[in-house]
């Protein structure tokens, strides 16, 4: 039992920060809509949602914010995996690939997998 409770640590200290990477897109995605860079509007208008760029920016950073501060990972993750599902939705709307989202949301779940694999447990009582 030991070993297995250290070959689990192991393997989540080796593995839990695989979340950065799509943490990382999602700041880098925010920033312009924020800025109201002209490719992101271009891109947000393509998505039928040029009016609400930097709303949706806020929401993409406050998200990632909240995911951030590790008290506040919980409901930071489930923010941001809604965040990321709202992502694959207007893509698939607009006729656009889904895939980045797709990947987005994977690499979270995994990565949250691994950094709090007690987060995954059925029938456990958890404080969001």
């Not at 640590?9 to 990477?21: E, G, Q, T």
């Not at 998505?47 to 993409?60: K, L, P, R, S």
């Not at 489930?78 to 709307?93: P, R």
Request: hydrophobic share 55%; aromatic share 12%; with cysteine.
């Amino acid at each position: 039992m030991n070993r297995t409770l250290n070959a689990m640590n192991n393997k989540r200290s080796k593995w839990r920060f695989i979340w950065v990477l799509p943490i990382l897109i999602l700041i880098i995605t925010a920033v312009p809509k924020i800025v109201g860079m002209e490719f992101m509007v271009n891109n947000m208008k393509d998505a039928g949602m040029a009016h609400m760029t930097f709303w949706v920016g806020i929401i993409e950073l406050s998200c990632v914010l909240f995911f951030l501060i590790p008290k506040t990972r919980n409901i930071g993750f489930l923010l941001t995996v809604a965040y990321t599902g709202g992502i694959i939705c207007a893509q698939w709307v607009a006729g656009m690939s889904v895939v980045p989202g797709m990947v987005i949301q994977i690499v979270m779940w995994v990565g949250m997998r691994f950094e709090q694999p007690e987060f995954f447990k059925i029938g456990k009582q958890r404080k969001f």
